[in-house]
């Protein structure tokens, strides 16, 4: 069974800093893209990093770049967030998502059941 | 950037048909993929590639796309079908829809 659990959730001041896991069974992350997907409370959702299996290549969304890293270690099958000069804003539910691809689309099944972020002063 | 808009909410009854709308420039050149989210739980895919179904998802499932406009649509509604829904395509990232809300009355 492919299953992702995701950890490293918390309360931050703003600015401070935070990295989140997802590890993954029933697959290996390397052979995958990966995506952290974020919801913030009461709101929808929002694509934040992938990461290519093969190339290794990140990707952000523009509102994180220069302060999100996106990295993963296969000899424990674990998908990384290391989120630094945290913003309130950045207060959301941190899902981590297995890309399925084909053609020119990508998809995400399955997703972790997420891990909560909260910045505040 | 490429958008997509849904309504804010579909009401349905129960047994009855739901129709939700995921509208976008020409989404109909798109693969659209459909999320299923109950409260306090993770997405769920429920479509992928317009019409497609994961295993373990019900026939009651099924969706379409064409022109300007892509649709999930529930037959029978059940009340474990209430949550929301979220469209989302790829556009050298991901884009979602905004969600929508569905009630079974």
């Known amino acids: 069974e492919v299953l992702l659990l995701e950890a490293g959730g918390g309360f931050v001041q703003p600015g401070g800093s935070l990295r989140l896991s997802c590890v993954a069974s029933g697959f290996n992350i390397r052979n995958y893209v990966m995506s952290w997907v974020r919801q913030a409370p009461g709101k929808g959702l929002e694509w934040v990093s992938s990461?290519?299996?093969?190339?290794?290549?990140?990707t952000y969304v523009a509102s994180v770049k220069g302060r999100f890293t996106i990295s993963r270690d296969d000899s424990t099958n674990t998908l990384y967030l290391q989120m630094n000069t945290l913003r309130v804003e950045d207060t959301a539910i941190y899902y981590c998502?297995?890309?399925?691809?084909?053609?020119?689309?990508?998809?995400?099944?399955?997703w972790g059941q997420g891990t909560l972020v909260t910045v505040s002063s | 950037s490429y958008e997509l808009t849904q309504p804010l909410s579909v009401s349905v009854a129960l047994g009855q048909t739901a129709r939700i709308t995921c509208g976008g420039y020409?989404?109909?050149?798109?693969?659209v993929h459909w999320y299923q989210q109950k409260p306090g739980q993770a997405p769920l895919l429920v479509i992928y590639?317009?019409?497609n179904r994961p295993s373990g998802i019900p026939e009651r499932f099924s969706g379409s796309n064409s022109g300007d406009a892509a649709t999930l649509t529930i037959s029978r509604a059940h009340v474990g079908d209430e949550g929301d829904y979220y469209c989302q395509v790829w556009d050298s990232s991901a884009v979602f829809g905004g969600g929508t809300k569905l009630t079974v009355l």
């Open positions: 020409k989404i109909g050149n798109r693969n």
């Open positions: 998502a297995k890309h399925l691809i084909a053609g020119s689309t990508n998809w995400f099944d399955p």
């Open positions: 990461l290519s299996g093969s190339t290794g290549s990140p």
């Open positions: 590639r317009d019409t």
